[in-house]
Nanobody, 118 residues
Framework: LQLVESGGGLVQPGGSLRLSCAHS????????MAWHRQAPEKAREMVAV???????NYGESVRGRFTISRDNANGTVYLIMNNLKPEDTGVYYC?????????????WGQGTQVTVSS
């Protein structure tokens, strides 16, 4: 199974971007998809997470500016980022996790760069 991210790029402060992450392969219907990010010389942090029943949660620094959503039919999770700030700069990673026959399974995408700068 692969996770393919797209939508990163360079944007000015106050601008918006939409990230997408699509997974290939078959997974269990109960799963969690998330976006994490890693800024230079900082630890990776959770940005937003959404369950297969559409319950979402956000990191404190992005709450109210970012929105996570998913399209289960197409196996895709989205992250709409509004009012971007320079501190949002980093590599954004898609994450998928679920249990398969009692085994915990976790996948990561390759990452997409988001740069917020004037």
């Amino acid at each position: 199974l692969q996770l393919v991210e797209s939508g990163g790029g360079l944007v000015q402060p106050g601008g918006s971007l939409r990230l997408s992450c699509a997974h290939s392969g078959t997974i269990t219907s109960m799963n969690v998809m998330a976006w994490h990010r890693q800024a230079p010389e900082k630890a990776r942090e959770m940005v937003a997470v959404i369950t297969s029943s559409d319950t979402a949660n956000y990191g404190e620094s992005v709450r109210g500016r970012f929105t996570i959503s998913r399209d289960n039919a197409n196996g895709t999770v989205y992250l709409i980022m509004n009012n971007l700030k320079p501190e949002d700069t980093g590599v954004y990673y898609c994450n998928l996790r679920y249990y398969n026959n009692g085994q915990y399974v976790e996948h990561w995408g390759q990452g997409t760069q988001v740069t917020v700068s004037s």
